[in-house]
């Protein structure tokens, strides 16, 4: 009798484990996503995230664009319940059970708390590292991760930047990005070396290398080229 109890407990108990929902951890959702889920064929959108700071980045056909200034994190229950109307920003960690967004971080009060009704607690969440998906409003959203956001959108983060005054690209990709300031810049494969290509004001171009007066950039193309220091903000 004693062996039949407990081989039933032994049973009961992995039936119960098997219903808990597995942890998951937040180092594997640093970094690019693309959505590739969006019904919206003209929009292009995207999510940085660099420790609990998330920046979705959205990108229509028109040229137009949109950010939300995020704080993404786990916790270890749903709270979904109507009774709670406040949650407090040191409640998300780097791992748990529920993945959890405030949407923007502007709605967070000087005490940490925000409102229940301004965050996204995720009904269904998973992420490897390179596919992530995410259940948030009864909408299931898919994103792959990227290695670095093309020139183009690279741009428009650029352009989104002045406008809101931020250096989104600083604060979440670690990368310096630099304006074109003479009217026109001459593109040159090594230094005192010239090509065709030109650079004109307003461009950006990635910094890679400073060396003496020449300043090696990556400019959208193949393979990286040098422009002279004083061409460039």
């Given at each position: ?217 990556d400019y959208g193309v193949e393979e990286p080229a040098w422009v002279k220091k004083v061409d460039v903000q």
């Open positions: 009798m004693k062996n039949i109890f407990f081989l039933l407990l032994i049973f009961v108990q992995i039936k119960l484990q098997a219903q808990v929902k597995p942890e998951t951890d937040l180092s594997l959702l640093q970094g690019i996503w693309v959505c590739t889920s969006n019904q919206d064929s003209s929009t292009a959108s995207y999510k940085l995230v660099k420790n609990n700071d998330c920046l979705e980045f959205y990108v229509s056909n028109d040229g137009g664009s949109d950010t939300y200034d995020m704080m993404v994190g786990f916790q270890s229950f749903a709270s979904n319940s109507a009774k709670i109307e406040w949650m407090y920003v040191d409640s998300l960690k780097e791992n748990g059970l529920y993945y959890t967004e405030i949407i923007d971080k502007n709605d967070i009060k000087g005490d940490g708390s925000v409102r229940r009704s301004f965050c996204v607690i995720a009904s269904y969440y998973e992420c490897d590292g390179e596919r992530l998906s995410i259940n948030g409003n009864s909408a299931l959203y898919e994103f792959s991760k990227i290695n670095q956001l093309s020139h183009d959108i690279l741009t428009k983060l650029y352009e989104r930047g002045k406008k809101d005054q931020r250096n989104y690209i600083k604060e979440f990709l670690d990368i310096n990005v630099r304006e074109i300031t003479t009217p026109i810049s001459i593109i040159y494969s090594v230094p005192e070396q010239a090509t065709a290509n030109r650079l004109k004001k307003g461009d950006i171009v990635n910094i890679w290398e400073e060396k003496g007066d020449w300043i090696k950039v």
